[in-house]
């Protein structure tokens, strides 16, 4: 079985000084959980950066690292003895496979850096002298040493040498699971799947949680919500989905004899199965995809009032974008196109003609209690069914 050899860089990690053993080994564990399925592999730290041994080709393996959070960059790579004759014959194979792939490549460059000063020659003669020989076994190639089609590193290093293409972008970011666990409010919008990238790439572990209605909520809209958390499960997500059934509790609320409030209560009740749950899953936060002034219960008063006096903080990492930007980014992590499809959220289902957007927190919490919201939503806690994502 022929193995492939990847180097992986992992830029802001290597500012973290006395805790990168810690980051890097936890990097490490994320790569291997989504590679291991792929085929054979080795992953080993090699200073400053990792080196992957796969049967797996570029083609499976780059997808899954272009979304690990932690990798600044990876590539194809090829290693070599310390001796410039194994250097060249190997950075004249190196080009002629990048041609194989890539006929369309025109120009390239040598870019030389040679850590161990033992070499015999430095990085200025290897530039030359290598770029020299790809000329000479290649006459279609120029050299562009500005914008090339090929950049070919060549890595003096103090065991071996490597030659490799440019990096192909990582995840960047740091490490899921290096920032702490937090719970996310997942609705079925755009939002709140952006919300939770977001804080997978700042290295924190996200657990899904949704809040259905059935029968007012359709089977569709489940699925939709399932299928937004196995995107944020393809980069490194919670493989479960938490779900609470809330049809009891947005019954009860529907009743209430202040209806401008109507949202508020939802939300606030919402928050307080939240954090229930989080208790239960050690979570050290909750997330959602609240965004400021988008809607009535995001005025500055009705996200205080909803989230008032909790144990736990609340993250709302969209809280000042605009949505336009919200929609290029769920463009580009892929949720957008599910998240636009057309099925109810319990949110919606029953709205208030003149929703409260200046609430008072004191009528909130008294008018949560006159309707004893407490037991339902504790119940719906208890009965919370969790999906696998896998
Ligand atoms: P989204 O914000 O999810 O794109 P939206 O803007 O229509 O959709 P809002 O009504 O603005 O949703 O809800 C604000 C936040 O409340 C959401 O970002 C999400 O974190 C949370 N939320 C709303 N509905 C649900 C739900 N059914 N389950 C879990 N969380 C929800
Ligand atoms: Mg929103």
């Known amino acids: 079985m022929s193995e492939t050899l990847y180097l992986l860089s992992y830029g802001e990690l290597a500012l973290k000084g006395r805790n990168r053993p810690f980051f890097v080994k936890r990097l490490i564990k994320n790569i291997i959980e989504k590679i291991k399925n792929l085929g054979h592999y080795e992953i080993h730290s090699i200073d400053g950066r990792l080196l992957l041994n796969t049967t797996a080709g570029p083609h499976e393996v780059y997808p899954v690292l272009s979304k690990i959070f932690g990798l600044a960059g990876f590539s194809l790579v090829v290693k070599c003895g310390l001796n410039y004759e194994e250097v060249r014959e190997k950075t004249l194979q190196f080009v002629s496979s990048c041609l194989s792939q890539k006929p369309e490549i025109s120009t390239f460059k040598i870019a030389a850096r040679r ?166 899953l050690n979570q050290n936060t909750v997330i959602t995809g609240e965004n400021l002034g988008q809607v009535a219960s995001q005025t500055i008063e009705s996200m205080t009032a909803t989230a008032h006096q909790y144990p736990l903080q609340v993250i709302r990492p969209l809280i000042g974008f605009d949505k336009m930007e919200i929609i290029e980014k769920a463009k580009q992590i892929q949720t957008y196109e599910i998240s636009i499809q057309p099925y109810e959220d319990c949110c919606t289902l029953f709205l208030p003609e003149h929703p409260c957007t200046k609430p008072h927190v004191n009528d909130l919490l008294q008018e949560y209690n006159t309707l004893e919201l407490d037991q339902l939503v504790s119940e719906s806690v208890i009965n919370v069914e969790v999906v696998s994502l896998l």
């Open 115 to 280: 850590s161990n000063k033992q070499f015999e020659k430095n990085s200025t003669e290897l530039n030359s002298e290598l770029g020299l020989e790809v000329l000479k076994a290649f006459p279609q190639l120029k050299v562009d040493v500005k914008t090339p089609h090929l950049a070919v590193h060549v890595e003096i290093r103090d065991q071996e040498a490597f030659i490799h293409s440019a990096f192909e972008k990582g995840g960047g970011g740091l490490p899921v699971g290096i920032s702490g666990k937090g719970l996310l409010l997942l609705s079925g919008g755009i939002d709140s799947p952006v919300a939770g990238w977001m804080l997978l790439k700042r290295g924190m572990q996200v657990t899904p949680l949704h809040f259905c209605s059935p029968p007012y909520t359709s089977p569709r809209a489940r699925q939709k919500v399932i299928d937004l958390a196995r995107v944020l499960a393809s980069y490194g997500g919670e493989k479960y989905l938490h779900l609470l059934q809330f049809t009891p509790v947005q019954l009860k609320i529907k009743d209430t004899r202040h209806q401008d409030l109507m949202t508020l209560l939802l939300r606030r009740a919402m928050m307080d199965a939240a954090m229930q749950l989080s208790q239960k």
